[in-house]
């Protein structure tokens, strides 16, 4: 299986912050990654898919790079609504996996 | 808009099957423009993948799970079901299902069922 490793596990930031998670996968998986983030008691929601292409009606202050085996998900300006765990999902292989999980927290 | 709804037990005894549905609305699974997946979420974990179905009934199935996992597909109902048999306290989870945006396996997946939360206990 193609491993998803995300760093850091958990990032305290204030509103406004920048904020850069990195997806680093085992194997290259080309474009095929998607981004998603999880509020408490909630389902998953896409933010980004194919690694960089924004979902429609996801502000854009979210933004998706890389390619291979190193991604990147980055909010450019931290709001309120945000605070929330990110994963990363590749779907390169039929054995689709996701990373591990990124709290984002407020500090 | 695609809705899609988990309905199943909430409660599951050990070495029991696990039997989970999702009803979509607002679409017809028999489209075959999508392909339809379970995920579950453990309480406190991540997020793993279970399967994924096509209306025709081809599926896919996570390997570390493959031996106890069966998903099948109504069209007549516009559903899709979730069977895990053997089931242990470590199938405790909330499962979701969700669809796939694109067909051929290589897709995000964009809309999401809200979950249902499944503990097993005797």
């Known amino acids: 299986d193609i491993q998803m490793t995300q760093s850091p596990s958990t990032l305290s930031a204030s509103v406004g912050d920048r904020v850069t998670i990195t997806c680093r996968a085992s194997q290259s998986i080309s474009s095929w990654l998607a981004w998603y983030q999880q509020k408490p008691g909630k389902a998953p929601k896409l933010l980004i898919y194919k690694a960089s292409s924004l979902e429609s009606g996801v502000p854009s202050r979210f933004s998706g790079s890389g390619s291979g085996t190193e991604f990147t998900l980055t909010i450019s300006s931290l709001q309120p609504d945000d605070f929330a765990t990110y994963y990363c999902q590749q779907y390169n292989s039929y054995w689709r996996t996701f990373g591990q999980g990124t709290k984002v927290e407020i500090k | 808009q695609v809705q899609l709804q988990e309905s199943g037990p909430g409660l599951v005894k050990p070495s029991q099957t696990l039997s989970l549905t999702c009803t979509v609305s607002g679409g017809s699974i028999s489209s075959g423009d999508y392909y339809w997946s379970w995920i579950r979420q453990p309480p406190g974990k991540g997020l793993e993948w279970i399967g994924y179905?096509?209306?025709?009934?081809?599926?896919y199935y996570n390997p570390s799970l493959k031996s106890r996992v069966t998903i099948s597909v109504d069209t007549s109902k516009n559903q899709f079901s979730l069977k895990l048999s053997s089931v242990t306290a470590a199938d405790t989870a909330v499962y979701y299902c969700?669809?796939?945006?694109?067909?051929?396996?290589?897709?995000?997946?964009?809309?999401w069922g809200q979950g249902t939360t499944v503990t097993v206990s005797s």
């Open positions: 179905i096509y209306y025709s009934g081809s599926t």
């Open positions: 969700a669809r796939d945006r694109q067909p051929g396996g290589y897709s995000e997946m964009d809309v």
